[in-house]
């Protein structure tokens, strides 16, 4: 019964590719969200929806597409892959409406993306 | 400007020692706070928050972790350490103003001795 899953876990390829992240919560989350990690560790935000609708958007590439078909999925979409997109990235869920002491974010475990 | 201050890149500490993580952040208002732990190649985890009331706050693990308003500091704690804790530790804030905007530190890498 795992919270927040991300698929795929390691993902190598080439640069110019196009690639895709899936992301599903089974928390009945409201809200989800997409981190990088990058070689440093370093974790920053990218995109953020709310009821499918996007309330986050840093300032990322174009080529970053994000897309939530419902509140339990949100997918990122990569176009042109880069070496610079080499990174971790990371899904999360939380629910807004509880925006009290027992907010908290939930992440996925993350996915290892190697562009060569 | 960095927004949240984690000066400890890595830290060594022999097992059974106590343990202090440090994080500062440089907003006016008083953020939500939080540690999250991520152990080798494993997602990230929640280990306390603080929002309001009491500034010394439990967490799971053995941990806890003070806020201190005057010196904008939400330090990490644990009076015994286990190998097992050894790991990347994060400290995040969210400052309120848009929904769920997780600012983090840069981690301190934690090693354990035996």
């Known amino acids: 019964d795992t919270a927040v899953s991300q698929t795929p876990k390691y993902l190598v390829t080439q640069m110019g590719n196009d690639k895709s992240i899936k992301c599903e919560q089974n928390?009945?989350?409201?809200?989800m969200y997409w981190y990088k990690q990058d070689s440093k560790k370093f974790l920053k935000i990218m995109f953020s929806?709310?009821?499918?609708?996007?309330?986050i958007n840093e300032t990322v590439p174009n080529r970053f597409s994000p897309k939530s078909p419902d509140k339990a999925h949100l997918n990122l979409h990569i176009n042109s892959l880069e070496l610079g997109d080499s990174a971790v990235y990371f899904c999360?869920?939380?629910?807004?409406?509880?925006?009290?002491?027992?907010?908290?974010?939930?992440f996925g475990p993350g996915t290892r993306l190697t562009v060569t | 400007a960095q927004s949240v201050t984690q000066p400890d890149i890595h830290i060594t500490v022999s097992e059974g020692a106590s343990l202090e993580l440090r994080c500062n952040y440089s907003?006016?208002?008083?953020?939500?706070l939080f540690w999250y732990v991520q152990s080798p190649g494993q997602g990230l985890q929640l280990l306390l928050k603080?929002?309001?009331?009491?500034?010394l706050v439990q967490g799971i693990k053995g941990f806890e972790a003070e806020f201190k308003r005057s010196q904008s500091s939400f330090n990490l704690r644990k009076p015994s350490v286990h190998w097992s804790d050894a790991a990347e530790y994060f400290c995040?804030?969210?400052?309120?103003?848009?929904?769920?905007?997780?600012?983090f530190g840069r981690g301190t890498q934690l090693t354990v001795w035996p």
């Open positions: 999360a869920s939380s629910q807004q409406s509880r925006r009290t002491t027992n907010y908290e974010q939930y």
């Open positions: 928390l009945g989350h409201d809200t």
């Open positions: 929806y709310n009821n499918k609708e996007l309330i």
């Open positions: 907003y006016g208002a008083t953020p939500y």
């Open positions: 603080y929002f309001s009331g009491d500034t």
């Open positions: 995040a804030v969210d400052r309120g103003s848009t929904l769920g905007r997780l600012y």
